[in-house]
């Protein structure tokens, strides 16, 4: 599958990238994340369908603040997770109701919050 856009409102959930563009490799090591191949390995998860992520951003700048992941199970279910930069919680908590809505009315599986 490819990778799927998603408005939250006032926050804009994207894939993660690593381009000339857009480099979302700094937000990144903000959350922890130093890992050079992260953001070519959550592509390939989307291509996959093992883990489906997204980049919550700031509409106006593309910066990343947050990091949503859903991970399909074998029952009908589905693991939601994320990770939030300091002082954006509400973009988190924003992003999680639309990556669940998501979840539930295009994948068809039932979220099972974590994050």
Do not use: K
């Amino acid at each position: 599958m490819e990778p799927m856009e998603i408005n939250a409102g006032n926050w804009y959930l994207r894939a993660m990238r690593a381009d000339e563009r857009i480099d979302d490799r700094p937000a990144l090591a903000d959350g922890g994340i130093t890992d050079p191949d992260y953001v070519a390995r959550r592509t390939a998860e989307w291509a996959d369908e093992t883990h489906f992520s997204w980049a919550v951003c700031v509409p106006t700048t593309a910066e990343m603040v947050a990091e949503i992941g859903v991970t399909p199970g074998t029952d009908g279910t589905a693991e939601v997770t994320g990770w939030v930069r300091d002082g954006y919680q509400t973009a988190l908590d924003d992003g999680l109701e639309a990556v669940h809505r998501f979840t539930s009315g295009f994948l068809g599986l039932q979220p099972r919050a974590t994050a």
